[in-house]
């Protein structure tokens, strides 16, 4: 009982110090928040730029929910009645597609530069992870929207990456071996990709992934907000600025900046001109599985090590980078911030070499195209 009460008396002496609500006052976040200047001060902005990202995510699939029907016969008709009859539909589903991979770009930014600075230090131990959590449903929203238009690379690709799951079973033992094959079952809702996998991915797309994330978001953002931004240098300059209104309106400059890009690339470039036409036509669940169907672009740093190399390893690989980035406030406590540049710069160089160069290296080593 005693220890049952101390673990208790623990937990709130935890959450105590890492959000500390006494500081909710209008004088605390407002009047004397500063923000540290330093080399390392352009990552302060990339916090705020996910937001944007996402804010227009939210405000385009809105748009886009007004005329896409999410059944297998019409889903793909709906998407081409939005691009082609809807005044402005195809801009909006271009800001759409292209705001989702600058986001997933953004929020990779974000994370890995925030390890850099060691912004995961005590008592920010809860904004590290409450941002993890959301750069993995992030790759859930990619995942998840991938499906919806129902042509034939979305839903060839979904049935490969539903696959990859039931693979995981073999590596387990005993009983654990049929929980992946499972977990696809529930996924998919039927024995192949079809309508029932189409509702469960739209579901949680546009209702479970949204609730989730503003309820993490919150708590991202009101950690934030409590611990002010972390130094993030061993050496700090001792200047800083203003949070309000200096910081805020160069953020708000910012995503001025950014959105008159994104419209104007939305405008001129459609997101998929780069890729092979008859991949987006009606998924033919007769026809066979067409030639260049791969992930989209933030998904290759595990598709083609899974190309490469045996699925064990692809997967413990995974699974480790996960555990660590979860454990990191623990686990680089005593990290020096030089070393943890380090580290950031081969994550770095080597998301960079997969998603640029990852094809060249798969027909390097297998020889085919």
């Known amino acids: 009982m005693i220890s049952a009460g101390r673990a208790l008396q623990a937990s709130v002496d935890f959450l ?65 009645y939005i691009t082609h009859n809807v005044v402005g539909g195809a801009l909006v589903r271009n800001l759409h597609a292209w705001a989702a991979s600058a986001l997933i770009a953004t929020v990779l930014l974000h994370l890995l530069t925030t390890f850099a600075m060691k912004a995961f230090e005590k008592p920010r131990e809860l904004t590290w992870l409450s941002g993890v959590f959301l750069l993995l449903l992030t790759f859930g929203f990619g995942f998840t929207g991938y499906l919806l238009p129902w042509n034939q690379i979305a839903v060839n690709a979904t049935k490969v990456g539903l696959q990859s799951i039931v693979q995981a079973g073999q590596y387990l033992p005993g009983p654990l071996a049929d929980v992946p094959a499972r977990i696809k079952e529930i996924i998919q809702g039927e024995p192949a990709v079809g309508q029932a996998t189409l509702s469960r991915f739209y579901a949680v797309h546009v209702i479970v992934l949204p609730l989730i994330v503003f309820g993490l978001l919150g708590v991202h953002l009101l950690s934030v907000q409590l611990h002010g931004m972390s130094p993030g240098v061993d050496r700090p300059t001792g200047r800083s600025e203003r949070f309000f209104p200096f910081f805020v309106l160069r953020d708000f ?19 998929d001109s780069f890729s092979s036409f008859p991949l987006f036509q009606p998924f033919d669940a007769l026809g066979s599985t067409p030639d260049g169907v791969k992930p989209e672009w933030y998904f290759y740093f595990v598709y083609y090590p899974l190309e490469l190399l045996p699925f064990w390893v692809v997967m413990l ?52 195209r």
């Open 253 to 271: 400059w910012l995503w001025g900046l950014v959105f008159f890009g994104l419209f104007t690339v939305a405008l001129c470039l459609p997101f």
């Open 16 to 80: 105590a110090d890492r959000l500390p609500i006494q500081k909710m006052s209008f004088h605390s976040l407002v009047r004397q928040k500063e923000v540290p200047v330093h080399r390392m001060g352009w990552a302060y902005y990339l916090g705020g730029l996910a937001l944007f990202f996402f804010l227009v995510q939210l405000a385009t699939g809105l748009m886009l929910l007004f005329y896409y029907q999410p059944t297998v016969s019409d889903a793909h008709a709906s998407v081409d």
């Open 317 to 368: 690989g995974q699974n480790v980078v996960v555990a660590a980035l979860l454990a990191a406030p623990w686990l680089f406590s005593r990290t020096s911030r030089r070393s943890l540049r380090v580290l950031t710069a081969i994550a770095a160089l080597y998301l960079i070499v997969i998603t640029v160069f990852g094809h060249a290296i798969y027909v390097a080593f297998k020889g085919v």
